[in-house]
């Protein structure tokens, strides 16, 4: 079995945001479970000429803006003619089985692949881009109103026309299910692989008489409006310190950073940082998919606070994982922390070791390949 991995996601470059971190981990379970080759085609390009892997392609069709500007108003989001074209020669020239979609946004180019190349389809959905585009994308001009009609057409197209459709939780796939009247077939929630190096004491900060609280995103909307809010909101009524980090989150580092407030960009490697810290704060107030700090926090034996939205898709009981959606229950559950000084919760390792470890979806998947090609024989 030749398969294709297909992403919008330029994980071969060092950023290192949660979606960048589901595409990886989706391509790496599609390589252990292939058989002949696993492809990856990326349709950002490599503008830096990063080195790459040699069944990794980014694509570089040069398109010019009226180009662009056109495959934008038929509806086309990544994916032009152009590249489109590109795309389907090499799924003949390679032999490919099967085509793993990760994103709704190739709806247009996952329906001609399957009527011209006759293979079988794979799409993930990262989250529902219908009600996430709605609540995070602000219509400003003409080009943002073409954006979201993309985005939704495609989805929708890829909804429709996909062998097999998968979300990363329940909440997705109900919402899929009434927006488009199909619901997805499996359910694949974030897993990464294990990062924890057992150090369980490492540096707590509650030995040196003070207590150190961590947030980790990206410059995206939700998170930058929810530590915006926790530190206007919450912060000044604790004697604690809290480090920020997280792709260009150094941005905002005037605005942010303060005696209590540490501001970090994009690091190297987050353990040293979930290592130092005693806990994790979490205040995200709108989104959809599911948070992947929320299980890297867990790996890292954390103990975390966070609001509902920050929680989805997560449905385990631990007395370790506080459910905060206001500044007053925020206060009050950060309060019973610096008071108890528990520095590692075993519970919430265990539920990341029972649920969230990549290795445990690798089956799970081979059995969803194994399906999807086994209807062609």
């Known amino acids: 079995m030749n398969s294709l991995f297909i992403t919008s996601n330029a994980f071969f470059l060092e950023g290192k945001s949660g979606g960048f971190l589901i595409s990886r981990r989706n391509r790496d379970l599609l390589r252990k479970i292939t058989n002949g080759e696993c492809y990856t085609i990326f349709t950002c390009g490599n503008k830096n000429n990063i080195p790459l892997e040699k069944t990794e392609i980014a694509l570089s069709v040069k398109v010019n803006r009226l180009q662009r500007v056109l495959g934008l108003f038929v509806g086309r989001y990544y994916m032009i003619r152009p590249l489109e074209n590109e795309l389907v020669e090499f799924i003949k020239d390679h032999e490919i089985d099967v085509v793993f979609f990760d994103s709704t946004y190739f709806g247009i180019t996952l329906r001609r692949i399957k009527e011209v190349c006759k293979v079988k389809t794979i799409c993930f959905m990262h989250n529902v881009e219908r009600k996430y585009l709605k609540k995070i994308k602000k219509v400003r001009n003409v080009k943002d109103l073409f954006f979201k009609r993309a985005g939704m057409c495609n989805e929708s197209l890829s909804v429709k026309c996909a062998d097999v459709l998968l979300a990363i939780n329940e909440r997705d796939a109900l919402d899929t299910?009434?927006?488009?009247?199909?619901?997805?077939?499996?359910?694949?929630?974030?897993?990464?692989?294990?990062?924890?190096?057992?150090?369980?004491?490492?540096?707590?900060?509650?030995?040196?008489?003070?207590?150190?609280?961590?947030?980790?995103?990206?410059?995206?909307?939700?998170?930058?409006?929810?530590?915006?809010?926790?530190?206007?909101?919450?912060?000044?009524?604790?004697?604690?310190?809290?480090?920020?980090?997280?792709?260009?989150?150094?941005?905002?580092?005037?605005?942010?950073?303060?005696?209590?407030?540490?501001?970090?960009?994009?690091?190297?490697?987050?353990?040293?940082?979930?290592?130092?810290?005693?806990?994790?704060?979490?205040?995200?107030?709108?989104?959809?998919?599911?948070?992947?700090?929320?299980?890297?926090?867990?790996?890292?034996?954390?103990?975390?606070?966070?609001?509902?939205?920050?929680?989805?898709?997560?449905?385990?009981?631990?007395?370790?994982?506080y459910r905060c959606d206001s500044k007053e229950s925020f206060l009050l559950a950060i309060r019973e922390f610096i008071c108890d000084k528990k520095v590692f919760s075993y519970r919430n390792r265990q539920i990341w070791e029972q649920n969230y470890d990549s290795r445990i979806y690798q089956s799970k998947l081979a059995d969803i390949v194994n399906r999807v090609l086994g209807k062609t024989r």
């Open 177 to 321: 299910e009434q927006f488009y009247g199909r619901k997805p077939d499996y359910v694949l929630p974030v897993s990464m692989d294990d990062l924890f190096r057992g150090d369980v004491f490492a540096n707590s900060n509650f030995l040196k008489g003070c207590c150190s609280l961590l947030f980790v995103g990206s410059n995206f909307p939700p998170n930058v409006d929810g530590i915006r809010w926790f530190i206007k909101e919450v912060l000044p009524e604790l004697d604690i310190s809290l480090t920020v980090v997280g792709n260009d989150l150094d941005l905002y580092k005037d605005e942010f950073e303060s005696p209590k407030v540490k501001v970090l960009g994009r690091v190297e490697s987050l353990t040293e940082y979930y290592e130092r810290a005693d806990a994790v704060v979490e205040p995200i107030f709108y989104g959809s998919g599911m948070k992947v700090k929320t299980a890297e926090a867990m790996m890292y034996g954390k103990i975390i606070f966070a609001t509902s939205e920050a929680l989805e898709g997560y449905n385990e009981s631990s007395d370790d994982i």
